[in-house]
């Protein structure tokens, strides 16, 4: 007798070769087997079904009994119906966009122990970023998300008013959420052309904040100061919003968290970059990363 899980995987394959003719149950079987290695055959074949269908035009009925419980390092793109928990570790401002269905967002970057993830929250799920429901340091369980491919190709994870929320879940142990601390790398170490690296210092010199002008003649706002780690010293410099949030803040010796920072060559030596796409945490002394 086939078990449950293998008549729900035929059901699937049922529906893509049901609604696409021209796809044929061996070319689904490739399909499925190359999916197996790329994940390290670590994602259930109901998941990796559901992803080949999506790709061929293909939604699949929905069960009603389990969600897709996953970690990050499972994730692809065009999955539906996952559920994943992750220690919030920055978040960015609610934004607003027009068009024919105005709306809010906001995001999210979640760690688990084996990396990090953007979350975007939509419309009415925003609001928990705006009533600071949601705060740094809290461990989450996303359910009923879903999952996008970024301008870069990065999968993001997807909150809309479908899904449920739960801050400090039951079920689960906080201690396989980790910090920021687990990927913060050394200013020794810095690379070239890095994007997206997470530092943690103190601020060594700081300078106030100048007014300079883009070539359309546009004003934007600088600020540079020095951050030191046990490792050595990097320049970090801070562009418009981020600027004018970091001005009134910065002391000598402050402690001060970047998450999705950029490292470029400059004169010989590297130097960050904080623009928009950076969270910026400003550490004192009752911080404690425990």
């Given amino acids: 007798m086939a078990k449950p899980t293998e008549m729900i995987d035929d059901k699937i394959i049922q529906e893509i070769l049901g ?64 559920t994943l928990s992750g220690r919030v570790v920055a978040i960015y401002p609610v934004k607003t966009f027009e068009g024919a269905k105005p709306g809010k967002y906001a995001s999210l970057i979640i760690a688990d122990s084996h990396g990090l993830l953007r979350v975007m929250l939509w419309n009415g799920k925003a609001d928990l970023v705006e009533a600071s429901t949601i705060r740094v340091g809290q461990v989450v369980r996303f359910s009923r998300a879903y999952t996008r491919a970024d301008r870069n190709g990065k999968t993001e994870l997807h909150i809309s008013e479908k899904a449920d929320v739960e801050i400090r879940p039951n079920g689960i142990s906080t201690e396989d959420y980790p910090y920021i601390e687990r990927f913060v790398v050394s200013i020794k170490d810095l690379k070239e052309e890095q994007l997206g690296v997470h530092l943690k210092g103190k601020v060594k010199a700081f300078s106030p904040k100048s007014t300079f002008f883009r070539v359309d003649n546009s004003a934007g706002t600088f600020l540079r100061f020095t951050l030191t780690d046990k490792t050595g010293d ?19 010796n402050v402690g001060v968290t970047l998450v999705n920072a950029k490292v470029k060559a400059s004169n010989g030596c590297f130097e960050v970059h904080v623009d928009e796409f950076t969270y910026v945490e400003i550490l004192t002394a009752n911080d404690s990363t425990s």
Avoid: F, M, Y
């Fill in 19 to 82: 609604k696409k003719p021209e796809v044929t149950r061996e070319q689904v079987r490739l399909e499925l087997e190359a999916e197996r290695s790329k994940t390290g055959d670590l994602i259930a074949e109901e998941t990796l079904l559901r992803l080949i269908a999506a790709r061929h035009g293909v939604e699949i009925s929905r069960r009603t009994d389990t969600d897709c419980r996953l970690e990050i390092r499972h994730l692809v793109p065009s999955l539906n119906k996952v």
């Fill in 234 to 252: 990097v320049v970090v410099n801070a562009w418009n919003n981020k600027a004018e949030q970091l001005e009134p803040l910065l002391r000598i």
